[in-house]
């Protein structure tokens, strides 16, 4: 037998839309930035939200484990392939920093 629920599916207490709330359902909230000449909608997801699924960060090339807070940006016009998963201090850090050049084990680094 599954649980009951309390209220119906997809309803918020205050009668918006799952659309309209930008906090609670993943645990952060959204916002829109300006990044390199285009909007960017950024959310920020709290840790206990975060659960399942490791994601690489496009700032530094390293995993952020799940169970990590961290934000989750895409640029407005995009779609939901174009979303990306950045440690908060990347993100933050985002125009300070150059891109990484990916190189093979023996690649020389001059």
């Not at 990044?35 to 939200?49: D, I, L």
């Not at 994601?55 to 895409?74: E, K």
């Not at 125009?95 to 690649?107: E, G, H």
Request: proline share 7%; with cysteine.
């Amino acid at each position: 037998m599954s649980p009951r629920r309390n209220r119906p599916k997809g309803a918020c207490p205050s009668g918006r839309s799952a659309e309209d709330d930008r906090s609670g359902r993943y645990g952060g909230w959204q916002s829109t930035e300006s990044w390199q000449g285009e909007e960017w909608s950024v959310r920020h997801v709290a840790g206990a939200s975060a659960q399942g699924k490791a994601y690489r960060c496009p700032g530094c090339d390293q995993l952020i484990p799940d169970g990590v807070p961290h934000v989750v940006a895409w640029p407005e016009h995009a779609g939901v392939d174009d979303r990306r998963h950045w440690h908060k201090a990347c993100w933050n850090a985002k125009d300070r920093r150059t891109t990484r050049v990916q190189r093979s084990r023996n690649a020389p680094r001059f």
